[in-house]
């Protein structure tokens, strides 16, 4: 078995277990997209009827679209339903593809471990001072913050799959979007 038929063994083993648990991370942004629906429409009907708002529900919802948004980032990337340009990418063969492939996954890959760093310290910073913001209810946004890291951990993990994959594909194997000529 040669190099890059082990690396697409891998990316599939990888990807498999990183596919579970994206996919239960979208399901956790699923429901807490129905608690923001749910919000809402409270919100307006306490409004209309009430003639006021349900104190702090605009700020938690704030807080709970981060963990929407962010939870679902990796099962996005799982799906290949990102915004791609692949123009160029999608005319090369053999060899030059993978290596362009392969090349655009590093550098995803670091930049998403430097976001995932970075929102890591302040998740626990912001966890550790139990972080709220003050207004009408004191709402905690560690939560939200938590999320953010998470999410971009596991989108590097997928991102990392994505590279192994990457390695052994070939154009007509990679999803890509088939544009027209130039």
Known sequence: MDETA???RIGRSLRRAVRVVALGSAVIAGVALVF???AVVTDVVSRNVRGRSVPGLVDQTEVVL???VFLALAYTQTRREHVAVEAVVNRLKGWRFRVVRLAAAVIAVLVTILLAWATTRVAISSF???EVRLG???VPLWPGRIAVAYGFWLLALELITAAFEAWGEEPD???VFESGPL
Request: aromatic share 0%.
């Open 173 to 175: 194997e990679a999803h």
């Open 6 to 8: 082990i690396a697409a």
């Open 66 to 68: 981060a963990v929407v």
């Open 36 to 38: 923001v629906m749910t």
């Open 128 to 130: 550790e001072a139990r």
């Open 136 to 138: 009408i209810a004191a």
